[in-house]
């Protein structure tokens, strides 16, 4: 999931609204072509063993669906190639420093804020600002135990390939790099120190980021992460809104084909009237959320 606010609240109202048959939704909807059905699922990229066996509705609609799609093609992805792409995009070989592009006022704000929870900000002396602000929220996550082999992702790539699915690609690795590379200056230094003071409070967080994708809350979801990383409007355009249009055009052809698919994209992409669902529905796309039944996980 692509995010940049981590304080969440939990939204009881919305729990309240989940009826009394013992169900719950989860963060999954399912598109009705004339003759197929695609499904949405809300990724979180990284996860722990705890969070671990997945909603049982998640089993349900990999298994009915004949072909897998993600943000990258994961089957076909070359680590090598992948890691080259980052330097090349966002490592500097000039003399230039993330000092230099982030200003001596931001850089010692940074500097404070990285101390605080234990960030070494010299070790990404050569990392753009962008770089920098995912090479932290990474280091932040695994020390926590998120490990991107136990995220959504990662579980579907393994079972698909166990079970001979094609796994395509929205997005290739260069174009996604180039997003973020793209960003301007100062929507990367903000994107930074942001990462760097939501840090501190991200343990005591992050277990209700994962209920609210659990149950499928989307309130809290669009609350906690849309909210955030929309006050920032060139961010959200670039990371987020430009790419659920391209996505939902896309979608919506593959509701004239007879074979049923699974879509995995950041659950960060399928909330607010921006989100992919709301703009199938505003197509005229019959478009619903899935929910988990009760005593099931």
């Not at 174009?175 to 200056?185: A, I």
Request: a negative charge.
């Amino acid at each position: 999931m692509n995010r940049v606010a981590s304080s969440l609240l939990l939204c009881v109202l919305a729990f309240a609204a989940w009826g009394d048959d013992g169900s719950h939704p989860v963060t999954l909807w399912r598109a009705d072509g004339a003759s197929n059905s695609v499904y949405i699922l809300g990724s979180i990229h990284m996860l722990r063993e705890e969070d671990h066996p997945l909603p049982r509705i998640i089993d349900e609609v990999y298994a009915d669906a004949e072909i897998i799609v993600m943000e990258l093609d994961m089957d076909d992805l070359d680590p090598a190639y992948t890691q080259a792409a980052f330097n090349r995009a966002g490592v500097m070989s000039d003399g230039t420093t993330l000092q230099d592009l982030m200003g001596d006022a931001a850089y010692a704000e940074a500097e404070k804020a990285a101390a605080v929870v234990d960030i070494p900000l010299e070790m990404l002396a050569q990392s753009e600002p962008w770089l920098a602000a995912i090479t932290v929220e990474l280091m932040m996550l695994y020390r926590i135990g998120f490990n991107p082999l136990l995220g959504i992702e990662m579980t579907m790539t393994t079972r698909a390939a166990q079970d001979g699915k094609p796994i395509e690609g929205l997005e290739t690795v260069d174009e996604q790099l180039s997003f973020l590379d793209g960003l301007p200056l100062e929507a990367q230094r903000e994107m930074l120190l942001q990462t760097l003071a939501e840090g501190a409070a991200l343990s005591e967080s992050i277990d209700e980021l994962i209920d609210a994708w659990r149950y499928g809350d989307t309130t809290t979801l669009e609350e906690g992460l849309l909210s955030s990383i929309g006050e920032q409007s060139v961010l959200s355009d670039a990371l987020v809104t430009n790419r659920n249009r391209r996505w939902a055009e896309t979608i919506a052809t593959w509701l004239d084909d007879e074979r049923d698919y699974l879509v995995v994209v950041g659950a960060l992409h399928l909330v607010g009237d921006e989100g992919v669902p709301n703009l199938l529905a505003n197509k005229g796309i019959g478009i619903h959320q899935l929910r988990e039944q009760a005593g099931l996980r």
